[in-house]
């Protein structure tokens, strides 16, 4: 089966259309073929994240010339500029790839459209396959896609760290807020980059949200909250995972998906990317 065909298949797994209800517009998306010859007959698939150096040696250790995606391969979420196609890290990447004839595909938009799980329930893929190796279904309040809100039987913030750093394979995880928080009630927030996230300060208040599980988290807008909120002797935390950290589960549901869902009569495996994040502490 050639390369572009699987592609395909993969796209026709996924509703098509965003949280708006719009349908992916394939020459603006971002899930591009971003490296490699899509007419080639498929050796095997790789699935992760990251599109790493390390996750590149992998593939071609295992004869896979399909490496499927989440988020962008060569730093610039797309951008074609001069000085990146200068850059020393990017141009080696890029003969590592051409030298095995390996296909780069990014899958973020599609695989976030959404899926029908189980239950015939349209879901979010990468965050579904994160509540799946948390086992967290039957903890899942609403909704099923994005931000997703559990209520956990009562933990606290380390043992909660301790089994989020197990099931993610982490390095460690970085703690805003109280470190004693009695934690029930659980986000999953995505992004807290500025924009909107006052919205999210009014759902932990709103719900009473004891722990809130992060992307990106910047300082000054609910993380300065959290933080105040613990010095007032409150039981709310952050736990800042990190992006690529949280979205990694996604992407190996994926592989399930495309052995027992789409069938695809090809090895296939996932590949983790890694926790980029280590930690110096005193």
């Not at 010339?65 to 610039?76: K, M, V």
Request: charged letters at 25%; hydrophobic letters at 40%.
């Amino acid at each position: 089966m050639e390369i572009k065909e699987i592609i395909e298949k993969v796209k026709g797994f996924y509703s098509g259309k965003d949280y708006q209800g719009n349908s992916i517009d394939d020459l603006k998306t971002r899930d591009q073929v971003l490296f490699g010859d899509v007419t080639q007959e498929c050796t095997g698939i790789v699935t992760t994240c990251y599109c790493s150096i390390d996750v590149i040696k992998e593939a071609i250790e295992h004869k896979a010339n399909l490496i499927i995606c989440h988020e962008s391969a060569f730093y610039n979420r797309g951008a074609n500029t001069e000085s990146m196609n200068r850059n020393k890290t990017l141009v080696e990447k890029r003969r590592l790839l051409e030298e095995h004839h390996i296909v780069v595909w990014r899958n973020h938009d599609y695989i976030h459209s959404g899926m029908m799980n189980e239950k015939n329930e349209l879901t979010d893929g990468i965050f579904y396959g994160l509540m799946k190796v948390l086992a967290w279904d039957k903890y899942l309040i609403a909704p099923i896609r994005t931000p997703m809100l559990f209520e956990l039987p009562q933990t606290n913030t380390e043992d909660l760290c301790r089994y989020l750093i197990e099931k993610l394979h982490l390095n460690g995880i970085k703690i805003i807020g109280n470190r004693n928080a009695v934690i029930k009630k659980v986000l999953i927030a995505e992004h807290i980059m500025g924009e909107d996230d006052y919205r999210k300060i009014e759902m932990i208040e709103d719900h009473d949200i004891d722990c809130v599980i992060a992307m990106e988290c910047i300082d000054f807008t609910v993380s300065s909250y959290i933080k105040d909120a613990a010095e007032l002797g409150q039981s709310k935390v952050i736990l800042a995972v990190g992006h690529f950290n949280v979205e990694e589960p996604g992407m190996d549901y994926l592989a399930q998906i495309l052995k027992d869902g789409i069938q695809i009569d090809l090895p296939v495996r996932f590949v983790q990317s890694g926790d980029m994040y280590q930690f110096i502490t005193k």
